[in-house]
C-alpha cells in the first residue's frame, strides 16, 4: 500500500529597528566637537539599519530547512490528516527528512521531497514505513515581499505562497495553501538545520 504526502513551505519574518536619540546637556567647546563627531557616527548607523532593513525578508530565508511536524488543528476531525501527521513523526524519529527546501542568497532554492515515494509495509511487528531512497529535486528562483514567498519556475510559472515565520528557525504555511483538498486544518512546519 502507498501512502502520498505531498507539502510545499516556506516563510516570512519582520526585523523591526528602531534608534534612540538623546540629548546632552550643556557642553564645553571640547564636548561638543565630540558630540558632533558621534552624531555623524548615529546617521552613519542609522543608514546601515535602513541597508539592513532593506535586505533582511529574504536573508532571513537563507539556509536548509527541513519538514519536522504536521499540526493538525485540534478542531478537525480528519483520519487523513492524523495519519499522515503519524507517519511524519515516524520518519522525523528515523531521521527521514521527507521534505526540504535549501534557499540560498542568489535568489535560487533547491527543493528536494520523498512525500511521492512513500511505501507503507506490514511487518511482524506492525507497520514498517522506510525512508524513501527515490526523491523528486527542483530548483527554482524564489523571492520574498512581507509574508509572501514567490517561486518562479524554469517556465516562468509563478506560484505565491504565505509563510509565516514563528521565530528566525521556525517556519509555518497552512495546510490549504499547500493542498486545498487534502490539508485543510494542518500546518506544515519547518526547522532551519544549523550548518
Known amino acids: 500500500m502507498k501512502i502520498s504526502l505531498s507539502l510545499l513551505v516556506v516563510m516570512c519574518f519582520l526585523v523591526f529597528s528602531c534608534s534612540t536619540d538623546s540629548e546632552g546637556e550643556t557642553m564645553d567647546d571640547d564636548q561638543i566637537g565630540m558630540e558632533d563627531d558621534g552624531m555623524l557616527d548615529d546617521e552613519m548607523d542609522s543608514d546601515d539599519d535602513d541597508t539592513d532593513d532593506e535586505m533582511s525578508d529574504s536573508d532571513e530565508l537563507v539556509g536548509l530547512w527541513i519538514l519536522t511536524e504536521l499540526r493538525v488543528d485540534e478542531s478537525v476531525d480528519d483520519d487523513d490528516l492524523d495519519f499522515a501527521g503519524e507517519i ?8 527521514c527528512d521527507l521534505i526540504t527546501f535549501n534557499f540560498k542568497d542568489d535568489g535560487t532554492v533547491d527543493s528536494e521531497s520523498k512525500a511521492n515515494y512513500i511505501e507503507i509495509g506490514l511487518g511482524v511487528g506492525g507497520l514498517e514505513i522506510p525512508c524513501p531512497e527515490d526523491s523528486d529535486i527542483e530548483s527554482t528562483l524564489w523571492s520574498l515581499e512581507g ?3 514567490t517561486f518562479v519556475n524554469d517556465m516562468q510559472e509563478e506560484e505565491t505562497i504565505t ?4 521565530d528566525e528557525n521556525t517556519l509555518i504555511i497552512a495546510g490549504q495553501d499547500i493542498d486545498e483538498n487534502n490539508y485543510v486544518g494542518a500546518d506544515a512546519v519547518f526547522i532551519r538545520r544549523a550548518e
Open 147 to 149: 509574508d509572501q514567498l
Open 163 to 166: 509563510i509565516v515565520l514563528e
Open 88 to 95: 511524519l513523526n515516524f520518519l522525523v524519529a528515523a531521521e
